[in-house]
C-alpha cells in the first residue's frame, strides 16, 4: 500500500472545506465528512457577507469550486459518534460499524445559533413578529421582508447579544460577529425598504475587523440607522402584534417606551451540538465558554490536548469568515507539521522545551 | 448531717443545683423576652388540649426522638438509648429507693448513688426485677454510647455524609457524657465485686474485675469519677449543644401553645436557637453544599446566630428554600430566623416617586402575573388563552404597569420598603372589587397570603386552571409528552402545594417521577433568598437539580414558577414549560429544537451499545 497519510475533517462548512483543501493541496488523501446532506454549514442560509456586501452564495461557491478541484472525499449525512486510538491510528465510527482509520483529525464542527426561546422575555416563539438575525436573512433571501400581518414594517428593531454576554443566559462570552452583523442587515433593511426606521439596541459596538468601523460610520452618516446604546429589558405584544419594548436610552440616562413592527434578535454563537459531542467523545479539553480549548490561544491555536486531533474554525472561539480560512488554514499547516514529524524527533522537541522552560525557571 | 453523705457526692449535687438555678433563670427571662401578646397565648393556651399534645411530643421527640427515627434509623435508636435509656435509670432509681427506703423525701442523689449507699442489694417489693431492669437500662445505654462515639469518628457508616464541628464547651460535655455511664458501670462492677452482689451485668463484670483487681480500693476512686463526670456534663450543659435537652421541652409547649417566630429576636426565637442539637442532619440536605459552601448551612448559622456571630455574609447566604425545616427533627423555624438577621442589613434608599397612579378596574378575578411573569410571556399568553376559553372575567392587573409584590424586599430585610409596594398594590386590588386574585408566581402567592390581609380568596394559577378545569370550564389540551414536574420551593415547602399542578398536567399529559419530589425537591439555583451566592455557584445548584430532574429523559421540564422556569432555560437540555402553557397547548415552538436532540441521542446510544458488543 502508499505511504500517503489519510486525515478526516469533521464538518464541511467554511472552516472543513478550507482545511480539506489545503491539505489535499499538500498531497495527504482527506475524507471530509458532513453530518448534514450538503456541504457549506451557516453560510448557505446567509444572504450577503459583511463587510463588502459580497453575496454569500458566491463566496460559497468559489470555495465549493475549488473543492471540487481537489481529490477529497466528501461524504455527507454521516454522523461520527464514537472514537478509538488503535496504536498509532486514530478510528472512527458512524452509527453502524467502523468508518476509518486515520492519521489525523481535525474537528471543524463550528457552531450553534443561540436558541432564542431560552431568552423568553424577548417572547420569540411567543410573539409573531419577533424574530431572529437568521430569520432576517431567510427573509432577504426570499426578497420578501413583512409582518405577520403581511404589511411591510414601517419601524424594525434590532437587539444585539441574545445570548451573548449575558450572565442570565449562562453565557459570558461575546460571539464577536453579531454587531457587524447588525450593522450590515440594518443597511440591507435601509437598502431594501427605504421609508423603514431601523434601530439598534447595543451594549457596546465591537467593530473588530478591517472597515468595520468604517460600515458603522456608513450605516449613520448614509443609512440613517438609528443606534441606542441599551439593553431591552422585555417585550410585550400589542393587540394589532406590533412589539412594545423597554429600555433605556443609558447616553441619555432616559427610560424609553417603543413600538415596533419588527424585532429581531441577534442571536449568539455556542458551540454546535456536533462541537460538544465529538470533544467529549474524544476527550478534548473545553474552555469556560464550552468551545473546544486550544493547546495555546498564540501560538498553538489549532492544536488540542489530544494528540492527532486538531481543531479548525469556529468549534474554537466565535469567529467571522475571514478569521475562519486563516484558521483552517493554519490548522492544515499544523496537521502537516505533526505528519512529518517522526516520533524521535517529537520527543526531542518536547525535551527542548521542557529544558528551556526549566532553564528559564531556574534563571 | 445527712442520713446519706459522703464527700464524692458533691460535684453532683454542687452540678444539679447549679443546672436548676441557670435553667429557672434562663426559662424566666426567656419568657419574658417573648413579647405581650405571645405570652397571652400561652395563657390561653396552658390549660387546653394543647398541653397534653404538648407532654405526648415532648415524650415521642425528647424521649424517643421519633422524627431522627424516620431519617436515620440508627441515628435514631443513638439518640434514643441516650435520652429514654437515661430517663428510664432516673425514674426507676428513684422508684427503687422510694419502694426500699419508704422516705418520700429522700434526697436526689441517694437515688443516683443507691448502689454506694446499699452496696448488697438489700431486699425490697419486687427487687430481684428491679435490679435487672437498671442493669438492662445501663447497658441500653452504652449501646448507644457506643454508636455515638462510632459516628464521631466513622461518620459514613450511619449514612451521613458530614458530622458537626465541635466547640470548646461541646467538647467539655460530650466528653463528660460520654464519662457518665461507663464510670457508672464500673462504680457499680467494683462495688458488686467488693461485696459479691449485683446482677447480670454489673455482678458479673464485678466477680470478673474482682478476680485480677483490688476492687475494694479501685471501689470508691470510681465513685468518686461518676460524680464529676456528672458533675461536669451540669456544669458545662448550658454553655454547650446539650443545651437543646432542656430547652426543646420548653419549645415543643411554646410552639403548641401557637406561638410564633416573627420578626424580631424573640424569647420564642431564643427557644428554637438553643433548642439545636447540632444533629447535623440539615448538613446533607442543604445545597449550599453543592455550590461548595460549607460555613453557612443550617447548623452553623444557628450555631452563630447563638454567639452572636451572624456576620451579613451568613445571613444573606441562604436559598430560603426550606429543605432544612422538612428534615429537622426539632422543626425550628430556620428560614424566618435567616430573616430576622437580615432586617436593616441593606440601608433603604429606595425612591417611591417613580410608583404609577393607577386606576382599579372593576373585575370578578384579578390575575397578577409579577416580574418574573413580564420575563416569560409564554406564560402570560397561555393564561390569556385559558381565560378566553373560559369565559371569566379577569384583569390583568400588572400587564401594563406593574409593581412589585413585596417580597424580595422582604427576603432582603427591607420591610419598610415591601409595605410601600404592599400598599400600593392592595389599594389597586381591594379596590377593584375581585373575589379571588391568582398569580403565576409562587413568590408573589406567599407574600399575597402573609401580608396583604386582603380578605379575598387568593390561589396559585395552578389551583385555579384545575378549578376551571373541574367545572369544565377549560378543556386542557392532550399532549403527548412525558413530564418531569419540579416542585419549585415556594409553592410547595412554601405554600404547601404538591398536588395541584400535578394533577392538571395529567389531565393532560403523562407524568414521570422524578427523584427529589413533593417535600423533597431541590431548588433550582435561582433562589431569590440567596444574595451571596455569585452566578458559577448557582449553576453547579442549577446542575444538580436538572440531573435530577432530566434522569427519567423526560420530554420536557415542567414547573409553576417562572423564576424557575427562566433559571432552567439557562442550560436546561429539554424544554421546560409552565403549567399554563401544557395546559394550553402554546408549546410548539419549545418542542421543535428538543425532538431532534432526542434523535440524536437516541443515536449515540445505540452507537455506544454496540461498540461495547
Known sequence: MTNIKKI??????????????????????????????????????????????????????????????????????????????????????????????????????????????????YGFGIYKNVITSAGLETMFLGKTIKTSGGNVPKRVGLVHCVGSRDEKCGNLHCSKVCCITAVKQAITLRQMLPNTEVF??????RMFGPSYEELYRE??????????????????????????????????????????????????????????????????????????????????ANETNQEGIFVAGSASAPMNISDTISHARAAATAVDHYLKTTDHERFSEKNNIRNLEKALHEK | MMKFYDPFILPFVIGLYFIFAYLGIKFAVMLIR??????????????????????????????LHKRIFKVNPMLGYMHMSLAFGWFLLILFGKIGTLSYSRDFFNPIHYAIFFKYFEPRDPAFFYSKTYFLLMDSFLLFILSGLTLAIVKRFRTRIFGMKKTTRLRFFDRMALTSLWLIFPFRLLAESFTSGAFQSGHFLSGTLGSVFAGFLPV??????????????????????????YMHIPTEMLLIFLRKWGLDTGTKMSGYAEAQVLSCSRCGICIDNCQLKTAGETQANPVYFIQALRNQQVNPALAMNCLQCGRCEEICPVKIDIRQLRLITRQHLT?????????????????????????????????????????????????????????????????????????????????????????????????CLTVFVREYNLGIEVLHHSQYLLRLTRSQKIRPKPALLKIAYHDPCELGRGNAIYEEPRQLINSSAILVKTKHEKQMSLCCGGSLGNLQLNAD?????????????????????ATSCPLCKKTFQKSSPVPVLDIAEIAAGTWQHYIQPA????????????????LMN
Not at chain 1, 450538503?38 to 468559489?62: I, Q, S, T
Not at chain 1, 443609558?250 to 451540538?273: F, I
Open chain 2, 595 to 610: 425532538s431532534q436532540n432526542q434523535e440524536k441521542a437516541n443515536i449515540h446510544e445505540l452507537a455506544e451499545n454496540q
Open chain 2, 34 to 63: 417573648i413579647g405581650k401578646p405571645e405570652r397571652k397565648k400561652i395563657a390561653k393556651g396552658i390549660f387546653s388540649v394543647k398541653t397534653l399534645s404538648a407532654v405526648k411530643e415532648v415524650f415521642l421527640e425528647a424521649l
Open chain 2, 537 to 557: 455557584q448557582q449553576n453547579l445548584i442549577l446542575d444538580e437539580t436538572l440531573q435530577s430532574l432530566t434522569a427519567a429523559n423526560p420530554d420536557i421540564i
Open chain 1, 200 to 205: 439598534c439596541f447595543y451594549m457596546d459596538m
Open chain 1, 219 to 300: 450605516a449613520q452618516e448614509k443609512w440613517a440607522v438609528r443606534f441606542i446604546r441599551g439593553r431591552i429589558s422585555e417585550a410585550a405584544q400589542n393587540a394589532d402584534e406590533t412589539i412594545l419594548i423597554k429600555t433605556e436610552d443609558t447616553l441619555t440616562g432616559r427610560q424609553l417606551k417603543m413600538n415596533v413592527d419588527l424585532l429581531v434578535l441577534m442571536v449568539g454563537m455556542l458551540p454546535s451540538k456536533g462541537t460538544t459531542v465529538i470533544g467529549k467523545k474524544t476527550g478534548l479539553d473545553f474552555g469556560m465558554n464550552r468551545f473546544l480549548k486550544v493547546k495555546d490561544e498564540h501560538y498553538h
Open chain 2, 347 to 443: 440601608p433603604d434608599q429606595s425612591d417611591y416617586h417613580y410608583l404609577p397612579v393607577e386606576q382599579p378596574v372593576k373585575a370578578d378575578v384579578i390575575f397578577f402575573g409579577g416580574c418574573m411573569t413580564h420575563l416569560t410571556p409564554g406564560i402570560v399568553a397561555a393564561m390569556k388563552k385559558l381565560v378566553a376559553e373560559s369565559g371569566e372575567k379577569v384583569w390583568f392587573m400588572d400587564e401594563q404597569e406593574s409593581v412589585c409584590c413585596g417580597r424580595p424586599q422582604l427576603l432582603a430585610g427591607e420591610a419598610e420598603s415591601a409595605m410601600r409596594l404592599i400598599e400600593h398594590n392592595r389599594q389597586l386590588i381591594t379596590g377593584s372589587g375581585a373575589k379571588l386574585l391568582v398569580t403565576s408566581c409562587p413568590i
Open chain 1, 8 to 121: 478526516a475533517v469533521l464538518g464541511g462548512g467554511v472552516a472543513g472545506m478550507e482545511t480539506s483543501i489545503q491539505l489535499n493541496r499538500l498531497g495527504y488523501q482527506v475524507d471530509l465528512i458532513e453530518i448534514e446532506d450538503k456541504l457549506g454549514g451557516h453560510v448557505r442560509n446567509w444572504y450577503k457577507l459583511f463587510p463588502d456586501h459580497k453575496p454569500a452564495d458566491e463566496f460559497l461557491e468559489k470555495l465549493i469550486s475549488n473543492l471540487s478541484a481537489t481529490d477529497v472525499q466528501i461524504k455527507t449525512s454521516i454522523q461520527i459518534n464514537a472514537f478509538l486510538r488503535k496504536e498509532k491510528k486514530l478510528c472512527l465510527f458512524d452509527q453502524a460499524c467502523e468508518f476509518g482509520v486515520y492519521d489525523a483529525v481535525v474537528v471543524a464542527t463550528g457552531f450553534d445559533l443561540f436558541e432564542a426561546y431560552r431568552k423568553e422575555e
Open chain 2, 216 to 241: 475494694e480500693n479501685l471501689m470508691y476512686p470510681a465513685w468518686w469519677a461518676y460524680s464529676l463526670a456528672l458533675g461536669f456534663f451540669f456544669v458545662s450543659l448550658p454553655f454547650s449543644r
